[in-house]
Structure formats: structure tokens, C-alpha cells
T-cell receptor, first 113, second 114 residues
Framework: GESVGLHLPTLSVQEGDNSIINCAYS??????FIWYKQESGKGPQFIID?????DKRQGQRVTVLLNKTVKHLSLQIAATQPGDSAVYFC????????????FGKGTHLIIQP | EAGVAQSPRYKIIEKRQSVAFWCNPI?????LYWYQQILGQGPKLLIQ????????DSQLPKDRFSAERLKGVDSTLKIQPAKLEDSAVYLC????????????FGSGTQLSVL
């Protein structure tokens, strides 16, 4: 089965609020994690990544937090905008040489006006 | 910089027919991946190429799926014969040698098997 998953299939937030999307993983050997955004009819788009030797990484309006103790990853989006509406996937690289990412099922972020 | 190009955009076939998808990665990207994304799920890796060699094809159903990247640039993924459960979006992605894990995806080919 898949080792990377998300706690909620749908998250609804008010425009302007902060969004937090969560992800759990089970493989302790995973050394790299990425968040992707996928809009309808498009391929996944890179948002932000984090290596296992880090706890936090910030980008433009986005922050990724990694808690290796409980194998938990989160994506925080500040001041959510209508354009943030999409499905968000966390993905992990399990190491061992192959670079293919393992994706979870995704969270659909819905922005309410 | 041009992104990952895929064609066709959509394809509808009947079961037991064959189909092929084409991918042109970002220029200079040595690593190419094919993913299958079933509706409502995350993408699943089918095969990974490094230049023209296969790195990982452990999840490729080899009895019906095949892929090649003969000159280390473009790639084709073929399904023969197709089954109903092959209905999905087939995504191609590529990455640079220096950052092998940051994948850039194309828009995909949406396959419907009737």
C-alpha cells in the first residue's frame, strides 16, 4: 500500500485565512519530501521541498514543517487566495538509489469567498 | 524555458486495442519518469529512465505496458492490449542530474478505455 497519505480529502477555508494541509508518512528511511499542487487538467506543479535533515522551510506564502518523530509533514499557505484552489499532494523519496517519488492521495483545497 | 511536452492530450480507445503516448522532457534533463494517475488518487510511478537506461520499472505491468527512450531524450509509453482499468491520466516528468528528486511534470494524456 501507499506509505504517504493525507488526513483529509477536502479542506475548505475562507479567502484570506491560512490553510494547513497535513500528511503522514510511514517510511523512516525517506530522506526527501515535496509538496505539489495540481489544478484541474494539469500536471502536478512543484511548490516546496524539504530534506530530512531539516524541520522547517519557507517559501513565498508557503511553509513546510517536518516532524520526523511522528512522521508528519504539513504545508501551510498564508493568506489563501482563490488561485490556491487545487489538489495538494505530498510526496516522498524513499532513498535507496531510485529517485521516483511516492505520492499520497491528495487533499482538495476549496477557497470560499 | 519550455516545460515537459506530452501528446496526445486525450485518447479514447476500446479495450484490447493498443495506444502510445509521447513525452519530450525539459531540455538537458537526464532523468525521465512515467506516472499513472487514476481519478481521485495520487500519481503512481510506472518507470524511471536515466538517459536511455531503465532505473526502476518495478511497478510497470510488463505483460501489457512497455516504454522506451532510445536516444536519451524523447520517450514513448505503450499499452497493448488495453484494459478498462488502464483508464487514467499518464503523466511524464523529468528532472536534472543535480536535483534528481525535484520532478517537473507535463500536463498528461488522459486515456479512456471503453
Amino acid at each position: 500500500g501507499e506509505s504517504v497519505g493525507l488526513h483529509l480529502p477536502t479542506l475548505s477555508v475562507q479567502e484570506g485565512d491560512n490553510s494547513i494541509i497535513n500528511c503522514a508518512y510511514s517510511n523512516s528511511a525517506s530522506d526527501y519530501f515535496i509538496w505539489y499542487k495540481q489544478e484541474s487538467g494539469k500536471g502536478p506543479q512543484f511548490i516546496i521541498d524539504i530534506r530530512s535533515n531539516m524541520d522547517k522551510r519557507q517559501g513565498q506564502r508557503v511553509t513546510v514543517l517536518l516532524n520526523k518523530t511522528v512522521k508528519h509533514l504539513s504545508l501551510q499557505i498564508a493568506a489563501t487566495q482563490p488561485g490556491d484552489s487545487a489538489v495538494y499532494f505530498c510526496a516522498e523519496n524513499r532513498g535507496g538509489g531510485a529517485d521516483g517519488l511516492t505520492f499520497g492521495k491528495g487533499t482538495h483545497l476549496i477557497i470560499q469567498p | 524555458e519550455a516545460g515537459v511536452a506530452q501528446s496526445p492530450r486525450y485518447k479514447i480507445i476500446e479495450k484490447r486495442q493498443s495506444v502510445a503516448f509521447w513525452c519530450n522532457p525539459i531540455s538537458g534533463h537526464a532523468t525521465l519518469y512515467w506516472y499513472q494517475q487514476i481519478l481521485g488518487q495520487g500519481p503512481k510511478l510506472l518507470i524511471q529512465f536515466q538517459n536511455n537506461g531503465v532505473v526502476d520499472d518495478s511497478q510497470l505491468p510488463k505483460d501489457r505496458f512497455s516504454a522506451e527512450r532510445l536516444k536519451g531524450v524523447d520517450s514513448t509509453l505503450k499499452i497493448q492490449p488495453a484494459k478498462l482499468e488502464d483508464s487514467a491520466v499518464y503523466l511524464c516528468a523529468s528532472s536534472q542530474m543535480g536535483e534528481p528528486k525535484k520532478l517537473f511534470f507535463g500536463s498528461g494524456t488522459q486515456l479512456s478505455v471503453l
